[in-house]
């Protein structure tokens, strides 16, 4: 909170940038602060299906975001429509920062050198991931590769019965990033569609 940051200022002085990775600013830390949208559904939160809970979240979360945005020498998110999100007023302030890390980009040359598993992949389970649309094109893909298994991640119980029943489907469950990480070089495929970001 507030008490950190002056503490580290207090201790090493005033950073030259502060990078707030999905963290609302509460105030000015460094000389440029940045803020980062990491989740598109801390402002798009009322346009899908969420529980009561993840509503809830989001809705408190997006007013303290919203509320830090007058902090911020640099807004970001990872696609242009996720910009579109802000008021207009942010717009010198937009930067698009696309999705993609260090350890993905590195590993991406060794990706090649491995044999692919006849694996397609799903990240996430939550409503407005639209499984049903990913079993489709998981589906249309079986028809060129009929040993093809969708191996989903993500809270088993937030997977539509009718993913958890069909054949060709393993639920990984909620697992280390490393593994899923891992998984995603070894597949053939990795299939997202979502309801919101574009």
């Known amino acids: 909170g507030v008490r ?3 503490d580290v200022q207090r201790t090493h002085g005033t950073p030259g940038c502060y990078y707030a990775y999905g963290i609302p600013l509460r ?27 993840m509503r809830l979240k989001f809705r408190i979360l997006e007013r303290q975001t ?6 911020a020498d640099v807004i970001s998110a990872e696609s242009n429509w996720a910009l579109d999100l802000f008021d207009a007023v942010y717009r010198t302030r937009l930067v698009k920062s696309v999705n993609g890390s260090d350890d993905e980009l590195a590993n991406a040359n060794h990706a090649l050198a491995e044999e692919r598993q006849s694996v397609a992949v799903v990240v996430g389970t939550y409503p ?15 028809k060129t590769s009929s040993q093809l298994t969708l ?6 119980t937030l997977a539509p019965s009718a993913i ?3 054949p060709n489907v393993v639920l990984k469950g909620n697992r ?23």
């Not at 919203?66 to 902090?71: D, H, K, R």
């Open 4 to 6: 950190a940051v002056a």
């Open 27 to 53: 105030g000015r830390v460094g000389r440029v602060n940045w803020c980062h949208l990491t989740n598109v559904l801390t402002l798009a939160w009322r346009t899908v299906p969420l529980p009561f809970s």
């Open 66 to 71: 919203v509320n830090g945005l007058p902090y």
């Open 128 to 142: 407005y991931k639209a499984l049903d649309e990913s079993w489709r094109v998981f589906d249309a893909l079986r």
């Open 151 to 156: 191996h989903v991640f993500g809270d088993e």
């Open 164 to 166: 958890r029943t069909r």
């Open 176 to 198: 280390p990033r490393s593994e899923v990480i891992a998984e995603l070089r070894r597949a053939k495929y990795y299939i997202s569609t979502t309801l919101i970001e574009k």
